[in-house]
């Protein structure tokens, strides 16, 4: 009552100017990151942003449950219940295990590591990859006797460059997926030769980059038998085997939530009976920030709609956006800079507003550049901040010159090699 109350007795034009006051207060502390050495937590912004818009009446609350896309939200929660499952039962450990003990140089492990986070990342979430393989990939380093900071940054490129190829592969293509409707195959059909060539060049440069430290030679013996729970490793992984096999029969985006969240139920419920694993367990490694970041950016966004102040911004981009090829050009170094300036969730949101529902080459060009422009620094990605928080706990510390030195050569390279071939392979 009290908020109709506040929206009936407020003109459109207070309503609009508040509407825009948080929306640009909220995306303004997004790239801030911290004010005056105190963090600022991405999660607890949009928050904030969301319920700023109930409190001044731009939206009800009704609406702001309308404007929540409960498609994206469930489609995360179930595909980082299946990829815990895989954790909690070492499914991480026997990989980089087996890698280390059939690498007989650095850059062998090197190309097998890009390679397997790569298609680990198309098959899951990124972000969750990238925190459960971080630990594992540095007590293998340590054990390999070779430093870790090369194979911490690679870690991070290899997982943004990889969930590019599917619309499971990050939450920003989650997003894309549910608002454009683009199937799951006709996704990747474009997308995994685009995702390949990137991977190659990514996988050259990083080695480029960081060559002398790759020079040393390593010591395969050193590596440590990794306990495995093989039983509950065989049910996540058939069970995730199984949903992707179901997201490539899918006719439509709209089933991968529910593709997606029977999966990951599947697991929740029956891994304790094939494991020691609980519930718990599961549930408590489920990343609840980027959830809690999406639910406060729907609401953000729909007060946006809902002021009239999206049609602003729309405007504002036509132009721009109206043209083939100069509109491709134009959205992907837009969204390569705001991909940078407030991390690419929030970015593809945005720009989610000025894409043309039926434009498919807009819609990947969207998908593939605000991912590979989080690979230019530290903060350009949450999958990034995961990995180098990760690595901190474990003692490796990875500076912003580390990972700069391979990030923005593989941004460049990729962002150029991407946006060329959307351009030659998907109709405009």
């Given at each position: 009552?009290?908020?109709?109350?506040?929206r009936?007795?407020?003109?459109?034009?207070?309503?609009l100017?508040?509407?825009?006051a948080?929306?640009?207060?909220?995306y303004?502390?997004?790239?801030?990151r911290?004010?005056?050495?105190?963090?600022i937590?991405r999660?607890?912004?949009?928050?904030?942003?969301?319920?700023l818009?109930?409190?001044?009446?731009?939206l009800t609350?009704a609406?702001?449950l309308?404007?929540?896309?409960l498609?994206?939200?469930?489609?995360?929660?179930?595909?980082?219940?299946?990829?815990s499952?895989?954790?909690?039962?070492?499914?991480?450990?026997?990989?980089?295990s087996?890698?280390?003990?059939?690498?007989?140089?650095q850059?062998?492990f090197?190309t097998?590591?890009?390679?397997?986070?790569?298609?680990?990342?198309?098959?899951v979430?990124?972000?969750?990859?990238?925190?459960?393989?971080?630990?594992?990939?540095?007590?293998?380093?340590?054990?390999?006797?070779?430093?870790?900071?090369?194979y911490?940054v690679?870690?991070?490129?290899?997982?943004?460059?990889?969930s590019?190829?599917t619309e499971?592969?990050?939450?920003?293509?989650?997003?894309?997926a549910?608002?454009?409707?683009?199937?799951?195959?006709?996704?990747?059909?474009?997308?995994?030769?685009?995702?390949?060539?990137?991977?190659?060049?990514?996988?050259?440069?990083?080695?480029?980059?960081f060559?002398k430290?790759?020079?040393?030679?390593?010591?395969?013996?050193a590596v440590?038998?990794?306990?495995?729970q093989?039983?509950?490793?065989a049910?996540?992984?058939?069970?995730?085997?199984?949903v992707?096999a179901?997201?490539?029969a899918?006719?439509?985006?709209?089933?991968?939530?529910?593709?997606?969240?029977a999966?990951?139920s599947?697991?929740l419920?029956?891994?304790p009976?094939f494991s020691?694993?609980?519930?718990?367990a599961?549930?408590a490694?489920?990343?609840?920030?980027?959830?809690?970041f999406?639910?406060g950016?729907?609401?953000?966004?729909?007060?946006?709609?809902?002021?009239?102040?999206?049609n602003?911004?729309?405007d504002?981009?036509?132009?721009?956006?109206g043209?083939?090829s100069?509109?491709l050009v134009w959205?992907?170094?837009?969204?390569?800079?705001?991909?940078?300036?407030?991390?690419n969730?929030?970015?593809?949101?945005?720009?989610?507003?000025v894409?043309?529902q039926?434009?498919t080459q807009l819609w990947l060009a969207?998908a593939?550049?605000?991912?590979?422009?989080?690979n230019?620094t530290?903060l350009?990605?949450?999958c990034n901040?995961?990995?180098?928080?990760?690595a901190?706990?474990d003692?490796?510390?990875?500076?912003?010159?580390?990972f700069?030195?391979?990030?923005?050569p593989?941004?460049?390279?990729?962002?150029?090699?991407?946006?060329?071939?959307i351009?030659?392979?998907?109709p405009?």
């Open positions: 009552m009290a908020v109709r109350f506040i009936a007795s407020l003109p459109s034009s207070v309503t100017a508040l509407a825009t948080v929306f640009l207060v909220t303004v502390l997004i790239s801030l911290t004010i005056r050495r105190f963090p937590e999660p607890g912004v949009a928050m904030l942003g969301g319920a818009m109930l409190l001044f009446g731009v609350p609406e702001a309308l404007a929540i896309n498609n994206v939200i469930l489609l995360l929660v179930g595909m980082m219940i299946l990829v499952g895989l954790e909690v039962c070492g499914f991480f450990d026997l990989v980089s087996r890698i280390a003990s059939r690498a007989k140089s850059i062998s090197l097998w590591l890009m390679v397997a986070t790569a298609t680990l990342s198309a098959l979430v990124n972000d969750t990859v990238a925190l459960l393989v971080t630990p594992v990939v540095i007590r293998t380093a340590r054990a390999l006797r070779v430093n870790p900071v090369p911490v690679a870690v991070a490129i290899a997982a943004n460059v990889g590019v190829a499971v592969g990050n939450p920003q293509n989650a997003f894309i549910i608002r454009s409707g683009i199937p799951f195959v006709v996704f990747s059909a474009y997308l995994l030769p685009v995702t390949v060539a990137c991977l190659a060049v990514s996988i050259g440069l990083v080695w480029l980059v060559r430290e790759f020079a040393a030679p390593i010591v395969a013996s440590p038998p990794v306990p495995v093989r039983r509950g490793v049910l996540t992984f058939g069970v995730m085997i199984a992707s179901a997201f490539l899918s006719p439509s985006p709209v089933w991968l939530p529910l593709v997606a969240l999966g990951g599947f697991v419920f029956f891994l009976f020691n694993v609980t519930p718990r599961l549930i490694k489920v990343d609840w920030g980027i959830i809690l999406f639910i950016l729907f609401i953000v966004l729909g007060g946006v709609r809902a002021s009239g102040l999206s602003t911004i729309q504002g981009f036509t132009s721009a956006l043209g083939r100069g509109g959205l992907v170094g837009l969204s390569a800079l705001l991909s940078n300036l407030i991390s969730v929030p970015a593809v949101l945005l720009l989610a507003e894409v043309p039926n434009s969207l593939a550049s605000s991912t590979l422009a989080g230019a530290i350009g990605a949450a901040v995961i990995v180098v928080q990760g901190s706990r003692g490796v510390t990875v500076t912003m010159k580390d700069v030195k391979a990030g923005l593989v941004t460049a390279a990729t962002l150029v090699l991407s946006t060329v071939l351009a030659l392979l998907v405009a």
